[in-house]
């Protein structure tokens, strides 16, 4: 059975914290008519064959050949609308993936996409594109940082395109700027063949690669921490502090800290907000976290303190943990994006849609 294959595949790559970490990528199997496509809200690694929705080719693809409104908004809610009529009648509690038109637009059995932090420290660097071309030519395609949902799925069908029109054979490799990777296979085998030979022609171009131990935070500073982040912002919020060699490296300094100050991508701002607060010290945090919250009109959930390491503050253990492995993430992009020319962030009117963007509200609202 293909969905139970599916299911299998999902909860491998979901597992491994190299690919994907709480709600982030998703994946699908289709034939000629059908496809299943990962749920909102559910996690790959525990994802059941129930998160699967099944949806119908057909209508997806027709997509393609109908007009929409020019107005963005009314634009993406219509073809919201068409994306959720694609669903079979069985599945109408559902909602599938924010990414179901690219999944459609991939002519291959399987599609894993996954968010490493090994491939998004070239996706999230300045030479980013010039590196993919370099490994890969024409077996990938590079899609520059884009919204979510319709707009991303048009930019890879016109790349796609072109990369054909020119007599290439159809992509398997999709590397998405600021975002992560799909890679699309007829087998199990033929998918993870793939991501072996990405994985084996990244690592050889790192120049120095993530600290991998993590460092133990003392009880006394989280003690005081939680304190200052209770009378500052919420009494409810409960503190985890964690640390490793490259957080106290960034934490030495303002500009030490510059490749941590925004996000890298969409999972990042999810989980732990779109800009982790810097403190030079604990005595400096209270009036750091009252200007964070004047300039940016929101609270932040994660600090990192000079000397002491990151803290994350949300109302739930299970949340901080997720923010913990995100920003864990987070560093190790911002390592690997220097043997790739350098860090570069989301740019800025795509964070600020993120932010807003329902959706991604959704799924983070489900994750908690
Ligand atoms: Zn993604």
């Not at 998703?26 to 809200?41: H, P, Q």
């Not at 009378?231 to 300094?253: E, K, P």
Request: charged share 25%; aromatic share 10%; with cysteine.
């Amino acid at each position: 059975m293909s969905l139970e294959k599916l299911v299998e595949i999902s909860n491998r790559y979901g597992s491994d914290l190299e690919y994907v970490i709480a709600g982030g990528g998703n994946t699908s199997w289709k034939n000629d008519e059908i496809m299943y496509v990962k749920g909102s809200g559910t996690e790959l690694g525990t994802i059941t064959g129930d998160g699967f929705v099944k949806v119908d080719l057909s209508r997806l693809d027709a997509i393609w050949s109908k007009s929409y409104s020019e107005d963005v908004d009314k634009r993406e809610e219509e073809v919201l609308e068409d994306l959720m009529a694609s669903r079979f009648p069985s599945e109408m509690k559902k909602r599938p993936s924010v990414e179901t038109l690219l999944h459609a637009l991939l002519p291959f059995s399987y599609v894993v996409h996954t968010h490493p932090a090994l491939v998004n420290g070239i996706t999230c660097s300045r030479q980013g594109k010039d590196a993919i071309d370099r490994l890969f030519g024409k077996k990938a395609i590079w899609v520059p940082v884009t919204n979510p949902g319709y707009i991303l799925a048009k930019e890879v069908k016109d790349e796609i395109e072109k990369n054909t029109a020119g007599g290439n054979d159809f992509p398997q490799m999709i590397f998405l700027q600021n975002h992560g990777v799909f890679v699309s296979g007829n087998s199990e085998e033929e998918v993870d063949g793939i991501y072996k030979e990405i994985f084996d022609a990244i690592r050889p171009e790192v120049g120095s690669f993530p600290a991998g131990k993590e460092i133990p935070v003392e009880a006394d500073s989280i003690l005081a921490v939680e304190s200052i982040v209770k009378s500052s912002l919420d009494d409810s919020l409960t503190v985890s502090g964690f640390a490793n060699q490259d957080i106290l490296d960034m934490a030495r300094s303002e500009k030490d800290f510059a490749p941590l100050d925004l996000a890298f991508t969409p999972d990042h701002i999810v989980y732990y907000g779109f800009k982790p607060l810097y403190a030079q010290s604990l005595e400096t945090l209270a009036d750091g976290i009252a200007a964070y919250k004047e300039e940016n009109g929101v609270n932040p959930r994660l600090a990192v303190i000079k000397d002491l390491g990151a803290f994350a503050f949300n109302s739930t253990a299970t949340q901080n943990e997720k923010s913990r492995l995100l920003f864990l993430d987070d560093v190790k992009v911002a390592v690997y994006t220097a043997s790739f020319g350098g860090y570069q962030f989301m740019p800025e009117d795509q964070i600020n849609f993120i932010r807003n963007w329902e959706v991604e509200q959704y799924r983070a609202s489900l994750s908690r």
